[in-house]
């Protein structure tokens, strides 16, 4: 396992330009490992290729960044993590759709550099692609983690304009904890959201079965935090249509997530799309997302075409 872990190193300092967005990728010490084995919730332990998967992904990010116009390490906050990148399709910038994505890795790792290659979908659907980072867990709590995409989404709305985008026309997708942390963009609250569509990928929306899961000496998701943020206590945007997409090689509690938080929301009055996703992981799905043709990708073209109506 420890030669694993160290190929998976050399794989990523080889293909990606950006080694800080690694510091923030640290996965558990070997001596973690045996305890973890068997926790559904423990991506690695059930996708056999994850490194592989993984180095194709910041390889593929790697390019993306070298291929698309795009505006970097774009400040949305004070703090250090609070930081965006913008990608642009091709010819004129006016009044374009604009796509908002944030990552996972269960609040505790890998960054926006990570995952520039959702871009490619993105711009493709002819739309200005947000990638957002955050802070990590457990140096950062849960609600700071929240207020932080919120205040990117709030830097979208009254600056993207100026980068030829159209806040009107905003949709926002994530995976695993980043499905999670894009449901805060579109509650319900006396001001709309003004999230048009959102695409939620193998997604947390009940973080309490999460506490006893290998994240409990990691991260340590307290009451309090599970009681304040899980998806599935809170109200949303019924104008928001949502897509919510999960592998069918995904592990039973993500099923089971994705099917009740369809639930919840139909029973506040969402329209859902409900897809499971052919021979596909928790991994090789999130990669699907920068490739046209694939289910994934094509949803997410979808969802962006959504606010074009």
């Not at 967005?21 to 045996?34: G, N, V």
């Not at 505006?71 to 250090?80: K, L, P, Q, R, S």
């Not at 099923?255 to 029973?267: C, E, I, N, P, S």
Request: glycine share 8%.
């Amino acid at each position: 396992m420890a030669s694993s872990r160290a190929a998976w190193v050399a794989r990523a300092a080889s293909t990606t330009a950006s080694p800080s967005s690694w510091r923030r990728s640290i996965s558990p010490l070997p001596s973690d490992r045996a305890s973890m084995q068997k926790d559904p919730f423990r991506t690695r332990d059930h996708v056999a290729d994850f490194d592989d998967i993984v180095a194709d992904i910041v390889a593929r990010s790697t390019a993306t960044r070298a291929t698309l116009p795009m505006v970097a390490n774009v400040a949305y906050g004070n703090g250090a993590a609070e930081r965006l990148d913008l990608f642009f399709p091709p010819g004129g910038r006016k009044n374009i759709p604009v796509h908002v994505f944030i990552h996972g890795g269960y609040w505790r790792m890998f960054s926006r550099g990570d995952y520039s290659y959702v871009a490619n979908t993105v711009t493709r659907a002819g739309a200005i692609a947000v990638i957002v980072d955050y802070a990590l867990m457990p140096e950062f709590r849960m609600a700071a983690i929240v207020e932080q995409v919120r205040r990117a989404k709030q830097w979208v709305l009254d600056n993207i304009v100026d980068h030829g985008g159209d806040p009107g026309r905003m949709s926002v997708s994530g995976h695993s904890a980043g499905a999670h942390l894009a449901t805060f963009l579109f509650e319900k609250t006396p001001v709309p959201s003004r999230i048009r569509a959102a695409l939620l990928l193998g997604g947390l929306y009940d973080l309490k079965p999460l506490q006893k899961s290998f994240l409990e000496p990691l991260i340590g998701i307290t009451d309090e935090e599970a009681a304040a943020f899980t998806p599935m206590t809170r109200r949303h945007d019924p104008k928001t249509a949502v897509t919510i997409l999960v592998g069918d090689q995904e592990t039973p509690p993500f099923h089971q997530q994705a099917a009740d938080f369809g639930t919840f929301l139909r029973a506040q009055g969402h329209g859902v799309r409900d897809l499971r996703l052919n021979d596909r992981n928790h991994m090789n799905s999130v990669r699907d997302l920068g490739i046209v043709g694939t289910q994934a990708g094509d949803c997410l073209m979808q969802t962006i075409e959504t606010t074009l109506v």
